[in-house]
């Protein structure tokens, strides 16, 4: 029977394998609950980055140099707000900055972020259900060495380059949620808890990109306790990130630089881990944390790639559900 799947994602390498799965399942059998903790205000625009980059990515635009943007995009209006002074230290394209000009319409109009996000998906002819996490704010802020940072700001403005100490999430206000809890998941999110067979994690960084969905208020505890069987695939490859400060991260925040690091982020949430071939030696050692290992190709470039890890996921799935597990390791 086809599974009903929930997958969580942040941007480039989520999107990666939500087109996969978007590939392999019918629309009303796949949920993407996209990562908002990146979310900014850009010259009076809300922004959701990871949101463009997983519509982008659905809808076929996607710039395949930087993993996100529209593809073939020019920046004569940021060349122009620049001349007018203002900060262009985030690349917003001509064609992506209507994205955010409709976003910011449909939300001043009085729709929340899953509205105005279904909306645009709807436009672009995306069929698979993408929703934000929450409708309401939380937003990633990046303890370092030189303060604390707004997420943008640590990821472009300053390269990832400052030390980082801790990731916490902040609610509308600036109030810590880690100690209040107050942010809750979105309609769909919800739902998708409530009727998903499989969650999937995407291959995102474990802390910039899926921390920031689990600290919604609830979500840790209906993972937890979530149905169906649960399955990561690792975004570190090799002991390397497939992209971005994943590895970084792992060794600034105190863990192995490996997919045993970011294993044990979801120790206790996940069921069956997905390793590269290359880890092949580290299926033990993620074993040791309560989780099943299948060691597949990971790395996604082509599409073909996307589909192929996603059927992978999804067979092992059928499997796991079985006596056996159907669930190989290494
Ligand atoms: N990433 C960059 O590294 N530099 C940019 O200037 C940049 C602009 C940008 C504009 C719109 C958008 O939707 C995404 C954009 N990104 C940019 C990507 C984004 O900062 C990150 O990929 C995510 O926030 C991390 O998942």
């Known amino acids: 029977m086809t599974p009903t799947v ?15 799965l978007a590939k392999v399942l019918p629309p009303e059998r796949l949920t993407i609950v996209v990562n ?13 980055p990871d949101l463009d980059t997983m519509m982008y990515a659905l809808a076929g635009l996607t ?16 060349a122009l707000l620049r001349r007018y002074g203002a900060d262009t230290w985030f690349n917003l394209g001509d064609k992506d900055l209507a ?45 370092t060495g030189e303060g604390a940072l707004a997420f943008q700001d640590y990821f ?28 809750g998941p979105s309609p769909a999110f919800l739902g998708a808890l409530d009727e998903a067979s499989v969650l999937v994690y995407c291959p995102s960084n474990p802390f910039l990109s899926i921390a920031p969905v689990l600290a919604l208020k609830g979500v840790r505890e209906r993972v937890r306790s979530f149905q169906g069987p649960r399955v990561a695939v690792s975004p570190i490859v090799g002991r390397e990130a ?4 994943a590895a970084k991260l792992l060794a600034e925040l105190g863990y192995e630089v490996s997919c045993r690091g970011v294993a044990e982020q979801y120790a206790g949430l ?38 192929r890890l ?21």
């Open 156 to 183: 472009v403005k300053h390269r990832c380059e400052p030390v980082a100490k801790a990731v916490r999430f902040e609610d509308g206000g600036g109030r810590d949620v880690g100690s209040t809890g107050a942010v």
């Open 6 to 20: 929930l997958a969580l994602a942040g941007g480039v390498g989520g999107a990666k394998l939500a087109v996969g």
């Open 270 to 307: 996940c069921d069956v881990f997905v390793i590269d071939e290359v880890d092949r030696d580290q299926a033990r050692a993620v074993e040791a944390l309560g989780m099943r290992v299948v060691v597949a190709p990971t790395v996604m470039i082509s599409d073909v790639d996307k589909e």
């Open 36 to 48: 908002t903790g990146d979310d900014e205000v850009f010259h009076g625009l809300h922004v959701s």
């Open 99 to 143: 994205t955010h000009i409709r976003r910011t319409q449909l939300l001043r109009e009085g729709g929340t972020l899953s509205q105005a996000t279904e909306s645009l998906c709807r436009s672009l002819g995306i069929l698979h259900r993408v929703v934000p996490m929450s409708d309401a704010a939380l937003r990633t802020v990046v303890e």
């Open 310 to 330: 996603a059927r992978r996921i999804l067979d092992m799935v059928g499997g796991a559900n079985s006596e056996d597990g159907g669930v190989r390791t290494a």
């Open 242 to 245: 497939l992209r971005g400060p």
């Open 63 to 78: 710039n395949t140099v930087t993993g996100w943007g529209v593809a073939g995009d020019t920046f004569n209006g940021l």
